[in-house]
């Protein structure tokens, strides 16, 4: 069959099927158990990024907590996992073991972890721009080529067990279809550039990203160029600053500016920055800007998929809301380059902190006397 997802999901449907055999032949049911079962990985995996951030910044007790509770309780995140049973929180959370291991030395199973969010969702893909920045800044050409082999291997063995029934070339005609013939529209209800094309031309109805501007250039190529052009930026901002603010910042920066520029975005596919922001505390500025990126991520996904008639009603997600709320995502995205930009290499012999504890802007850099 055609596989919609990478292995990773089918391996976790499978373990749902172990759970519940009645999983391996149900496909519609409304007993709550079985949808219950569904929703369950992502639940966990909600729990586990949680956890995870408040790890990471346990040096620093109250921003360990604000970290961990700005995902457990973020009502974005219950929307869209808790909900409506997406599995965003899944690859997003490899990506943040990923982060965790590479700011602690650990390269390599950085590599390993980033290849598990790979083949987990497409939707990683702008992970490796931020990543391969830092690789190639903290490990230099040599450590960089080990990590991309570490994680090409680990792709090839997940898929491992799929080649011989044709689940590689059944992946690739799934996402063809998807984006050739299914999901070819400029934005897919994400508040973003794209949106404000729609809204313009549309009055907020789907315009397809096919249509050609000069010559065989279609929209879609022009988001790809945009695309590629602003995570050329994110690399050299991560390049040049390989700290662990500037890989979180860069990660986040990577999501916004390909759900941002790119066409055919959903508007559930900025989820990441929601978990990498906060790995980039300590810092009031990244807190507030993880305050207003949570407002403006939870209105545009409960205007595009409302829960209940009223919130429809009252949330339309095309005209004046989706307006304004695609021009504040615009601006969130440039104020977390602008940050990422802003953050600076600590200088030779210079104190860093702690793991979770990144020395920068908007805290007290602590001073040792040397006599």
Same mark, same amino acid.
């Given at each position: ?5 990478? +292995? ?12 519940? +055999? ?35 910044? &346990?040096?620093?007790? &109250? ?49 390993? !972890? ?11 893909? +702008?992970? $490796? ?31 491992? +067990? ?33 949106? $404000? ?19 065989? %250039? ?14 050329? !930026? ?26 941002? $520029? ?5 508007? &559930? ?19 507030? $800007? ?20 009223? %919130? !429809? ?59």
């Amino acid at each position: 069959m055609n596989v919609s997802f990478p +292995p990773v999901m089918v391996y976790i449907w499978g373990w749902l099927a172990a759970t519940e +055999p009645a999983f391996r032949t149900v496909t519609t049911s409304v007993d709550p158990a079985i949808r219950a079962i569904m929703k369950m990985p992502a639940s966990l995996a909600d729990l586990a990024l949680g956890l995870l951030v408040a790890w990471h910044l &346990r040096a620093t007790p &109250r921003w360990a907590i604000l970290g961990g509770l700005a995902i457990l309780l973020h009502p974005a995140v219950i929307d869209v996992s808790a909900w409506w049973g997406q599995y965003e929180s899944i690859y997003v959370f490899f990506g943040a073991v990923a982060f965790v291991l590479a700011v602690r030395g650990h390269s390599l199973w950085a590599a390993v !972890a980033l290849g598990v969010a790979l083949m987990t969702k497409p939707q990683a893909l +702008p992970f $490796l721009v931020p990543f391969a920045a830092w690789f190639l800044a903290r490990d230099g050409w040599r450590g960089a080529a080990k990590a991309a082999a570490v994680g090409a291997a680990t792709i090839i063995v997940l898929w491992l +067990p799929f080649i011989g029934p044709g689940g590689v070339q059944g992946y690739a005609r799934n996402v063809g279809e998807y984006q050739g013939d299914i999901f070819a529209i400029l934005s897919l209800r994400a508040w973003n550039p794209w949106w $404000l094309v729609q809204e313009l031309f549309a009055g907020g109805q789907f315009v397809s990203d096919q249509g050609a501007v000069l010559g065989p %250039i279609t929209l879609r190529h022009v988001g790809y160029g945009l695309a590629l052009l602003g995570e050329l !930026a994110v690399f050299l901002a991560v390049y040049r600053a390989p700290t662990p603010r500037g890989l979180a910042l860069g990660l986040a920066a990577a999501v916004l500016v390909a759900f941002c $520029l790119l066409t055919s975005m959903h508007e &559930r596919y900025a989820f990441g920055a929601l978990a990498f922001l906060p790995l980039a505390f300590p810092d009031r500025r990244v807190a507030w $800007l993880t305050a207003a990126f949570g407002v403006i991520f939870t209105l545009n996904l409960l205007a595009a998929v409302p829960p209940t008639p009223s %919130i !429809a009603a009252a949330l339309p997600v095309s005209g004046p809301l989706g307006i304004a709320g695609s021009i504040a995502m615009i601006a969130i995205t440039g104020a977390t380059l602008w940050l990422l930009f802003q953050e600076r290499s600590a200088p030779a012999g210079a104190p860093t902190g702690e793991p979770g504890e990144p020395v920068g802007e908007g805290e007290p850099v602590p001073v040792q006397v040397v006599r």
